[in-house]
């Protein structure tokens, strides 16, 4: 029995898709941080929980992250209660699969981490620039994935701007809405508590738009990122079985395959034309495939 549940949890970080490992990584840290501090508390420790926390959330004192580089990286899958968890895991779900039907599967990770690293160096730098922490710059630890997520879904909102997202009460509107209604949200949270959560959050949806930016000047500083999550996760992937096969292949000619490069982004545009003017449900079947299959070249 425990080896089955051991090799379904395998598979799903083997087979499954990059957002829901994602997902699953968050949640899964979060239930055995969770335990673990239960434990501290039957045995009347709770003080070191504490150390948790400090030991894998991103410090705001710049001699601290020396000593404890990978909280930039740690801080990003790590959350305080249920309400911050559930928050982010539905906000990386509805944002992650948009920017996985619009932009590509593969791109997802790098866009994470790359946010969650500019949220963690906006919460750093105010902390030491501004006048106002000074008495907590020592002090000061952030966690959570919100700027990764804020990230991921500022970058569809910029590269789709006139999508419209169905919300409950409120009825469709538009990403930009959106995605300006959260950043507003937390620039002007920044005097009302939790500082340095909304500093973070800033620094993480400035990624999201400097990366469609550059995307669209045919740049993608989120490859390399997303091509080394790929590798490790690589080594967690079965080994097939090794076959042999022969196979006549003749090699497409330069002149070919710019030919249907150029017959795949003209098909691309025209779908994403249609999208832009009556939204996602307005595509058929097939467009939806050709869409996934597209974006997930790219």
Known sequence: MHSSIFS??????????????????NVAIFVLVGIIRVLFFLFDAPSAYSGIINWF?????ADTLITRPWTLFTYMFL????????????MLYIGGRLFR???????????YIIGGLFGALFFILAYNLFPVFNEDKNLAVAIGASASVLAIFIAIASYMPNYELPLI???????????????????????????????AHLGGALWGFLYIMLLKKGKDPGKFAS???RAIGSIFKPRPTMRVEYRSKKPVSDEEYNRQKAENQKRM?????????????????EEKEILFKLSNKN
């Open 8 to 25: 379904e949890i395998r598979d799903f970080f083997a087979r499954g898709s990059v957002l829901s490992r994602l997902i699953g990584i």
């Open 57 to 61: 959330g991103v410090p705001s004192n």
């Open 79 to 90: 959350h305080f209660d249920f309400f911050h968890i559930f928050f982010n895991m539905f």
């Open 101 to 111: 039907d619009f932009l590509g599967e593969n791109r997802l990770t790098g866009t």
């Open 169 to 199: 009460l409120i009825g469709r509107i538009k990403l930009k809405y959106i995605a300006v209604f959260f950043v507003v949200v937390d620039l002007l949270s920044i005097d009302k508590g939790n500082s340095g959560g909304h500093l």
């Open 227 to 229: 091509t080394w999550i």
């Open 269 to 285: 545009d025209q779908i994403l034309d249609k999208i832009s003017q009556h939204g996602y449900q307005s595509l058929t079947s």
